[in-house]
């Protein structure tokens, strides 16, 4: 999911309870809400401010470069708008310079919504090595953040700076979908 919820389209504080009503209920009914964290990070910390992508249920995805640092462009943490502190993005994924279908053939484009699909390809492969993983959110969000390749910032928000892991900016890394598929065939 790529969403990114203005006001002009109805979306304000006084709804978000029901947006994330709906979050919770997909999650509760075993499927793995996959949501890109935005493209504001130019404006620093707590950028992540819209939902879906600033609910606790919804597992946020940030957009590294071909170096492994956070994409200049990502939106991070820690989501304050609601005033829960929580440190989002759970991890990040290539991003920038990602070749992508458009209408007249291929392109390369940047941005969160170029990150999200690559996590949520890997979790469609991390079923495929193992159906018994189906349903099970909290374990197959759990090995891909344990299998993620650790991604530290030198930012900082708060006075906290964003050098351990998992951290507010990057969550626990960049996605590593070959340890991550590896990890869920032999889980039990």
């Not at 006001?7 to 499927?31: K, Q, S």
């Not at 992508?53 to 946020?60: L, T, Y």
């Not at 349903?135 to 708060?158: F, S, Y």
Request: glycine share 10%; aromatic share 6%; net charge negative.
């Amino acid at each position: 999911n790529s969403w990114g919820c203005p006001e002009i389209e109805g979306c304000n504080p006084d709804n978000w309870m029901f947006m994330e009503t709906v979050i919770n209920n997909l999650v509760a009914a075993g499927i793995v809400v996959v949501v890109s964290a935005g493209n504001d990070g130019s404006q620093g910390c707590s950028s992540i401010d819209r939902p879906a992508s600033m609910f606790e249920s919804s597992f946020v995805v940030g957009a590294s470069n071909q170096v492994d640092s956070v994409a200049h462009f990502s939106s991070y943490g820690p989501v304050t708008i609601d005033g829960s502190g929580r440190w989002k993005p759970d991890l990040v994924a290539p991003g920038v310079d990602v070749k992508s279908i458009v209408l007249d053939g291929f392109g390369t484009w940047s941005g969160t919504s170029m990150a999200g699909p690559h996590v949520a390809g890997a979790v469609a492969l991390m079923l495929d090595a193992n159906p018994e993983l189906k349903g099970r959110v909290e374990e197959i969000q759990n090995i891909l953040k344990e299998t993620a390749v650790p991604v530290k910032d030198p930012r900082a928000c708060d006075g906290i700076v964003a050098d351990q892991v998992p951290n507010f900016i990057a969550g626990h890394g960049r996605i590593d979908a070959l340890a991550a598929v590896n990890a869920a065939s032999t889980w039990t």
